[in-house]
């Protein structure tokens, strides 16, 4: 077994135990009640599982969609068609094709196949919805569930139309769906904790420095849609055959609504939230239909029925949650991260993983090749501002060369043309021969070009060890490799102290750092850094100088530095190329560019001559 | 020849009822940059206004109307909006999502889950006709109205400091407050003209239907987001667009689908804007154009 884990075993156990546990007393509660109880159980556990399919999606992504329930209708209906008695298939459906209506299938295998049509609906429905933006994905995913809906409540001769299915078998007991709940428990903690889990968790983080360290933003979503299709389809399935009865309302609004409440209060970000959000408010729930149904308090005092109060109390808790809790009742922590259960003593802290020294920069495509990073004729205009007027740039790997110049110079926008995050208006970037221009960042990334931005865009809720490890991730490191290859990295930038640490908690040089580490981790040929200074106290400005030089001779990488601090130029970059207005003054070492005339007007003697005359 | 004149002022009339819903929804994306989940309640309350004043002349229930629309927009903001003002996209989202919640439930427990029916001057249901077409009344009414509130909100944002303070926070809400504009206020009256967009929404929907149900914000609310997705987030040239695209695709896919698939309008009127996105991720304005937001 390999060392290169991100938290140590007991921490992960208790992880996955605790929701189990939680799962587990849930269903003894429901299997030692009336009928009645039992049932209202086993389905508080199918919503539990739709809960978690929610999670794997929203949770991890960010993003909310308000469309998995349309999966749990599909499920459903899928389980229900495939399972219904022929008499009543031939009252209710006359329209269905008989391969499905002679099925009669067992529930284990109904439930199966229910899975496999909504994970599948879940990828060709996700395909065009996950290459919109972040803001559209909600709106697309709510238009779906109403499509859902619009459909099986009108194809009456295939779903039974508006007034639905009955007699569907019931064959859903109390523990089978507390099974199906734990094996949904394992399944999302293995996704989060997967290569794939932890690159779309670095897109919630940060998205565009996700697309740096070459995550497919879009790729990863899909991934996480389909798992989730799979988990609501079997939810839907479940509870049909639980209920035994269906009709289009069954997983529409209403239940989009509670079950994503549910998520929310629990507190998205973690498999554990979705399992306590899941119960609790199944609780709070059950109450408050109680009332509903009018019920006498001690004391004399009758509350009259009411329906429509319990989604009242349900959308107050909703509320509160997003003004008060955000983080939800888990506080978004898995067990193994609870303060509380570490405090208990049976979690170990995380282990640091085993470095692997086999990290630098990777060689050239081809070594005979003298390969660099050239930019020909680049010009670039923003609404008709000339940002940039035809300049070109070279840069090979193992030299540092110094981007320097005023504000507004084109510095920056040169960096996000070289990196992909702007297409240029005209001119050609190469890289290593071959033409880059109008790459998307992550391919370019994963082609071997590393960059940092003038903010840090840290990944806050994932540590550094993990922030720089899904960096590796992103060029395709396995899971397995990817600790140890940012145990590496971090431990060359002297950054391990802060491993274990959430990178949101680290101070402004720390993430600064950081980001350096992450974008190393991809292993870049290149690496352009924006301003990796600004900001610094004297002293961290002398240990980046420090960690720089060894990068320099460690990777072998090229780097592309934009520096306003003239001596860190001055220290690190043989050769200084400074714009102004969109074109290059003056290509040479810091000594000729400092004395260029052009180059001191500028600046009209702004930080540089101060700077230049220290 | 006359009954395809028929069919696109049809298509017109609804584009323009579409068009208002959206434009409601961005004038608060735009300043707030929340997508308002609510909106589509703050329609459902206004329109229960000529309910609960069905008593009184449909002229003072359009009244009630206007400032129940208002009104309640105004107390979502100040009790729910404010606190999450300033958190992420989702956040914003799922307040308001929840604000909906309780808003159409309190309907539903006030009143009934049930639809009520609501009487309408009989005028509104005649028709005129012009040139060989009958036109009912009410798209009349939809058209003109439509007709003021945007004459109403170009003035407004183009013609006055209000509007101007509107622009800049729209722009860039932090500088617009570095440099005096008052960030509640701007959002107050943001709020305030979606409630009145949404009331008049309301009350064209109830004469056209004749009742009000708790559920009813629904359709308007999917149908402004949607028009607001294929518009290009957060541009009102946009959201007028994409609500007349779709009100217009709404109305002939009415008329012009073969019999057996009219159930499934609703269907493929929101697959279309998947469509859209395949090719244009950013909606129809989206990208350069987009940009001008207001």
């Known amino acids: ?614 | 020849m006359t009954e395809l004149g028929q069919n696109l002022i049809d298509a017109l009339a609804l584009g323009c009822l579409y068009a208002l819903i959206a434009l409601g929804i961005t004038l608060v994306y735009t300043v707030m940059g929340m997508m308002n989940f609510a909106h589509g309640e703050f329609i459902m309350l206004s329109a229960y206004a000529l309910y609960v004043f069905a008593g009184l002349p449909f002229a003072a229930g359009v009244a009630a109307a206007l400032l129940a629309g208002v009104v309640v927009a105004l107390l979502a903001e100040r009790v729910a909006f404010r606190p999450v003002r300033g958190a992420d996209l989702s956040t914003q989202l799922v307040t308001s999502l929840a604000v909906a919640a309780i808003l159409q439930n309190v309907v539903t427990v006030a009143v009934d889950a049930r639809a009520q029916s609501v009487a309408t001057p009989s005028s509104i249901s005649e028709s005129t006709s012009i040139g060989g077409l009958s036109v009912p009344n009410l798209e009349f009414v939809t058209l003109g109205l439509t007709l003021v509130v945007l004459g109403g909100l170009g003035w407004l944002l183009y013609r006055t400091r209000t509007g101007l303070a509107m622009r800049a926070a729209a722009e860039n809400f932090d500088m617009a407050r570095l440099l005096g504009v008052r960030a509640d206020r701007v959002i107050a009256i943001s709020f305030a003209i979606s409630g009145g967009l949404a009331a008049a929404v309301g009350v064209l929907i109830v004469m056209q239907t004749g009742q009000v149900s708790p559920a009813m914000g629904l359709t308007p609310i999917l149908v402004g987001f949607v028009a607001v997705v294929i518009g290009g987030f957060g541009s009102m040239v946009g959201a007028v667009m994409g609500g007349l695209l779709l009100g217009a695709l709404t109305s002939l896919l009415g008329v012009y689908l073969p019999e057996g698939l009219v159930p499934f309008r609703d269907a493929i009127v929101f697959t279309f804007p998947v469509l859209i996105l395949i090719f244009r991720p950013h909606g129809l304005l989206g990208g350069e154009l987009g940009k001008a937001r207001v």
């Open chain 1, 1 to 614: 077994m390999s060392d290169a884990r991100f938290r140590s075993r007991s921490s992960a156990a208790a992880s996955l135990l605790l929701p189990l546990a939680l799962i587990a007393i849930v269903t003894l509660i429901g299997a030692n009640g009336t009928p009645s109880f039992e049932g209202t159980v086993t389905l508080i556990l199918c919503n539990l599982i739709v809960v978690l399919g929610l999670q794997v999606f929203i949770g991890n992504s960010g993003v909310y969609s308000f469309g998995q329930l349309g999966f749990a209708t599909a499920g459903a209906y899928v389980a229900a068609l495939f399972t219904l008695p022929a008499a009543f298939a031939l009252l209710q459906t006359p329209g269905l094709p008989s391969f499905i209506a002679d099925a009669h299938l067992g529930p284990l295998l109904s439930t199966l196949i229910a899975a496999s049509v909504s994970g599948l609906l879940a990828m060709v429905i996700g395909l065009p919805l996950m290459r919109t933006s972040t803001l559209a994905i909600p709106i697309s995913t709510f238009a779906f569930l109403v499509v859902v809906y619009n459909v099986v409540a009108n194809w009456d001769r295939v779903t039974g139309g508006s007034s639905g299915l009955v007699s569907i078998p019931t064959t859903t007991s109390v523990e089978s769906a507390g099974l199906w709940a734990a094996a949904a428990v394992a399944l999302a903690l293995a996704f989060k904790w997967s290569s794939s889990g932890y690159r779309l968790q670095a897109t919630r983080e940060d998205e565009v420095a996700a697309r740096s360290i070459g995550i497919g933003v879009m790729r990863e979503r899909l991934i996480a849609f389909g798992i989730s299709g799979v988990l609501c389809g079997i939810g839907g399935a479940l509870a049909v055959h639980q209920s035994g009865v269906l009709n289009p309302t069954t997983f529409y609004f209403g239940a989009t609504v509670t079950t994503l409440t549910m998520l929310v209060v629990g507190g998205a970000r973690s498999v554990l939230g979705a399992v306590v959000g899941a119960i609790a408010i199944a609780t709070v729930n059950e109450v408050l239909r109680g009332v509903e149904n009018g019920v006498d308090l001690p004391g004399a005092l009758s509350i009259g029925g009411a329906p429509g109060l319990a989604a009242i109390g349900l959308g107050l808790i909703l509320l509160a949650t997003m003004i008060a809790m955000p983080e939800g009742l888990s506080g978004a922590r898995e067990a193994g991260e609870l303060g509380w259960i570490r405090r208990l003593g049976l979690t170990a802290a995380a282990p640091l993983p085993e470095p692997d020294r086999a990290v630098a920069s990777r060689p050239a495509v081809d070594p005979a090749l003298r390969g660099a990073l050239r930019a020909e004729g680049i010009s670039l205009a923003f609404s008709g501002l000339r940002v940039l007027r035809g300049i070109d740039l070279e840069l090979e790997p193992g030299e540092a060369l110094g981007l320097i110049g005023p504000n507004g110079a084109g510095k920056t926008t040169l960096v996000n043309v070289l990196s992909g995050f702007q297409e240029p208006d005209s001119g050609t970037v190469t890289l290593d021969g071959v033409d880059v221009t109008g790459r998307s960042p992550t391919r370019l990334a994963r082609d071997g070009l590393g960059r940092t931005f003038q903010a840090a865009l840290p990944f806050p809720h994932l540590t550094g060890l993990e922030s720089v490890a899904v960096g590796a991730m992103g060029i395709g490191v396995g899971r397995r490799r990817a600790p140890a290859v940012a145990a590496e990295v971090l431990g060359r930038l002297n950054l391990l102290e802060q491993a274990a640490l959430p990178a949101g908690s680290l101070s402004p040089a720390g993430q600064r750092l950081l980001g350096v580490a992450r974008a190393l981790a991809i292993q870049p040929r290149y690496l352009l850094l924006d301003e990796p200074a600004a900001g610094l106290s004297e002293a961290e400005c002398e240990e980046l100088v420090e960690i720089l030089r060894n990068v320099l001779r460690d990777f072998g990488c090229g780097i592309l530095l934009i520096e306003h601090d003239m001596s860190i130029v001055m220290e690190l970059c043989p050769r200084v190329q400074a714009l102004d207005d969109g074109m290059t003054l003056r290509v040479g070492t810091p000594e000729e560019v400092q004395a260029d005339p052009a180059v001191v007007e500028s600046y009209l003697g702004s930080s540089f001559r101060v700077a230049a005359g220290a």
